[in-house]
């Protein structure tokens, strides 16, 4: 089935780690994003990829790092957790980014840092 | 930047209609996209209106103002499965999404 997935599920982690998240597509969008979502907050852009070999920071991309080396795959790196990083993580992907293109979402990493 | 104002929780009755307003302030207005959200799951795509007017697509419809910078989301014919949070999103001149906190929508029966 064409869609998002991301790994892992869920992680605890401990405060100084360092972690990746996966996210892959298999729809061939060229426009990816990493949101996290908090209670009260919304979601929040992190980062942005609009085609591969491209990035860009969004609202809240401290603490967070990107690449895109290739069109599927949109890993988002936390290179010493911080407790405040705790949250859902969301991925999605849209074919584009203007007109009517919706972006379509995976299904969240949980990630809890201790 | 986008500021992106919902009512944070709502309750209805099964059958009944519910209508979710959102208002936002923009630096470039670019689209206005509603989402729905179960909970622990990812959101997922409802509308997107981006002249004025009312957009509709079975019980689900979405209305914009651009000078006002009001949108709504109404919710017809209330069924169980409706239950979950409703999204607003505001896309700027650069195609980068704001998002409401959401508004959850209780269904009782």
């Known amino acids: 089935i064409a869609g998002i997935t991301q790994a892992p599920t869920s992680q605890i982690l401990a405060a100084g780690r360092r972690m990746t998240l996966r996210c892959t597509q298999d729809m061939r969008h060229n426009a990816m994003y990493w949101y996290r979502q908090d209670l009260g907050l919304g979601l929040r852009l992190i980062h942005y990829s609009n085609t591969a070999g491209t990035t860009g920071k969004g609202e809240v991309p401290d603490g967070y790092s990107v690449s895109r080396a290739n069109t599927d795959d949109f890993p988002l790196t936390l290179a010493s957790a911080v407790p405040s990083q705790t949250s859902v993580y969301f991925c999605a992907s849209s074919p584009g980014f203007g007109g009517g293109e919706t972006q379509y979402f995976g299904p969240g990493t949980r990630l809890l840092v201790l | 930047g986008q500021n992106i104002d919902q009512p944070t929780e709502m309750t209805a009755t099964e059958g009944a209609i519910v209508q979710i307003n959102c208002t936002y302030q923009t630096s470039g207005f670019n689209g206005l996209f509603w989402y729905q959200q179960h909970a622990g799951e990812a959101p997922t795509f409802l509308s997107y209106n981006v002249l004025d007017g009312l957009e509709e697509k079975g019980r689900f419809s979405s209305f914009l103002s651009r000078s006002k910078g009001y949108s709504y989301l109404l919710l017809k014919e209330l069924q169980m499965k409706d239950s979950a949070s409703y999204l607003c999103?505001?896309?700027?001149?650069?195609?980068?999404?704001?998002f409401g906190a959401g508004t959850t929508v209780t269904v009782r029966a």
């Open positions: 999103a505001v896309r700027d001149r650069d195609y980068k999404l704001s």
